[in-house]
Structure formats: C-alpha cells, structure tokens
C-alpha cells in the first residue's frame, strides 16, 4: 500500500477503509472511466494526498469494476467522496469540489500543525532531548494560542532545565477549568525549585540590593549567582541594568557575563532575542 494513495478493491477494502481508518482519515474517492467530473476531480485529490504528506490516506474505488463495494457504501451518483474515520463515514460530498472546498473539509479531519509539533516535542522529551524539545514545544504553544495541554508539558520542560520564572509564566497562564493534578504537581515543583534557588549567598545580595538599588557590585554578584542557579531571565536583568549605568562595568566582565547568558540560551532562544535587542538599543 502506498502511503499516500491507495486502489481499493474487495480484497483490500477491509484493511483500507475499516483497519487503516482507525489510525488516521481515509478519503474514499468513487470514481469510472467514462465520468468526466471524476477526471478533473481526482488529480486535486491526489495533489491534496502528497501535499499532506500521509496524514490521511487517499482510496480509489473504480464504481463500475466495484460495484458491490459503491453499493455497500450507499453510492448513488460519480464522483462521490467520503471521509472514513474509525470504520465510519464522517464525511464527504457528491459530483466535483474546488480545491478551497475540499481543504475546508480535510482540516475538520486532520492535525493541525501545532499538534503535530506537540507530539515531535513529546518524542524528544521522551528522548531525553530537552534542549532541542524546548523550542518546538514552545512553538506549539503559542501557534496553539496557548493551550493548556501544551502548556504542562512545556511548564515541565521549563522547570527540568531550572527555567524557573519562565515555568511560572506559562503555568499562570492556565486557566482555572485546566488546573488538574499534573498543574498541581508541577505548581508543587515550581515552588520546590523557587525555595531551592534561595541560597544564603543569594537572599544576602537580594537584600543588599534591596537596601541599596544603586549597589551595582551587590547586583553583578547576585547576576552570576543567578546565571549559576539557571535564572537566566533574573540575571540579564540585572546585569542590564548595571550596563545602562556603566557598559564597561568590572572591566567589561558585566557585557561578558550578560553575553555569555545569551549564548548559553542557544540561536534563535526568544529570551535571547528579546535580550540581544535590549543590548543592541543600549550599545546604539
């Protein structure tokens, strides 16, 4: 069986239409030689079938070699095209459609791109490949407008490499209705990894600071102190910070340090890019 596009006959039918429709929509075209609008009509669907690249399976079904077939499934008039999930038609439509039409219907039916993402940065986390899962679940996360399943998971992400303050984020973006007991365990872990984070060394400078905002010695401590403890966000902010004052702080170690950070988000990181063009407006 091709991946894409299928023939259909009576010895195939039932592990095209009912097996193969358990795993994702077959398009079920009836079709015959001597019917022009079946002409013009199958190479959209076979264009459509490639373009999807396998995400649902295109059958043809010669109605006068298979008429036992059109039969079974109630065709009365060519083309006619159905939409089988699980065994069942769930959709479909009699004689040609436009190309605009036939994509309205096919996307009820099939993943959306953000689903498909979602599922990539499943696999990689279940890999073990964080780093890499990390933007593509964050893709999926805002193409989806931020739906809630997705947001667990990059939470979960988030908090596995200390992203802390950007775990927050997302987890309060979660509305009440979601907030089942995997949003509990990880609200449990973020202020596990909150209070972790609060070393002595650490709530020492922040209350320095806190006396004196001014004390840019306190806050560049305290900015690397951070950067070691995976708070990237916290520590960029305060180093820039002392860069609006003086940008070439400790002998330029500040830049470096604020620099370094950056790098360490990866390309492409959008704390990075949100950073990299807080420094670009201070440099220029």
Same mark, same amino acid.
Do not use: H
């Given at each position: 069986m091709n991946e894409f596009i299928v023939d259909v006959t009576q010895d195939n039918a039932q592990q095209v239409l009912?097996?193969?429709?358990?795993?994702?929509?077959?398009?079920?075209?009836?079709?015959?030689?001597?019917?022009?609008?079946?002409?013009?009509?199958?190479?959209?669907?076979?264009?459509?079938?490639?373009?999807?690249?396998?995400?649902f399976l295109l059958a043809k079904v010669n109605a006068d070699t298979e008429q036992m077939l059109a039969g079974q499934l109630g065709v009365r008039s060519l083309p006619t095209v159905m939409v089988l999930k699980e065994g069942q038609p769930v959709d479909g439509?009699?004689?040609?459609?436009?190309?605009?039409?036939?994509?309205?219907? &096919?996307?009820?039916?099939?993943?959306?791109?953000?689903?498909?993402?979602?599922?990539?940065?499943?696999?990689?986390?279940?890999?073990?490949?964080?780093?890499?899962? &990390?933007?593509?679940l964050r893709q999926a996360y805002n193409e989806s407008g931020e739906r809630a399943d997705i947001a667990k998971q990059l939470a979960a992400v988030l908090l596995e490499q200390n992203r802390v303050p950007e775990a927050e984020t997302v987890l309060g973006q979660i509305?009440?209705?979601?907030?089942?007991?995997?949003?509990?365990?990880?609200?449990?872990?973020?202020?596990?990894?909150?209070?972790?984070?609060?070393?002595?060394?650490?709530?020492?400078?922040?209350?320095? &600071?806190?006396?004196?905002?001014?004390?840019?010695?306190?806050?560049?401590?305290?900015a690397v102190q951070y950067s070691q403890t995976h708070r990237p966000q916290e520590a960029l902010d305060l180093l820039l910070n002392v860069l609006r004052s003086d940008l070439n702080y400790a002998d330029g170690a500040a830049k470096q340090a604020y620099l370094d950070i950056i790098k360490s988000l990866g390309t492409g990181d959008p704390l990075a890019v949100?950073?990299?063009?807080?420094?670009?407006?201070? &440099?220029?």
């Open positions: 009912i097996e193969e429709s358990m795993k994702r929509p077959v398009v079920v075209d009836f079709w015959a030689d001597w019917c022009e609008p079946c002409k013009q009509l199958m190479p959209v669907l076979e264009k459509l079938a490639k373009e999807y690249d396998g995400q439509f009699a004689g040609a459609q436009s190309e605009k039409q036939i994509r309205e219907m &096919l996307d009820k039916y099939l993943p959306k791109p953000w689903d498909l993402k979602f599922e990539q940065g499943k696999q990689l986390v279940g890999e073990g490949k964080l780093d890499e899962a &990390l933007p593509v509305l009440l209705a979601d907030q089942d007991s995997d949003y509990q365990q990880l609200m449990s872990q973020l202020e596990l990894k909150q209070q972790a984070a609060e070393s002595p060394e650490i709530k020492g400078l922040q209350q320095a &600071l806190e006396q004196n905002p001014e004390d840019f010695e306190s806050a560049y401590k305290l949100q950073y990299q063009r807080k420094l670009m407006t201070l &440099l220029y």
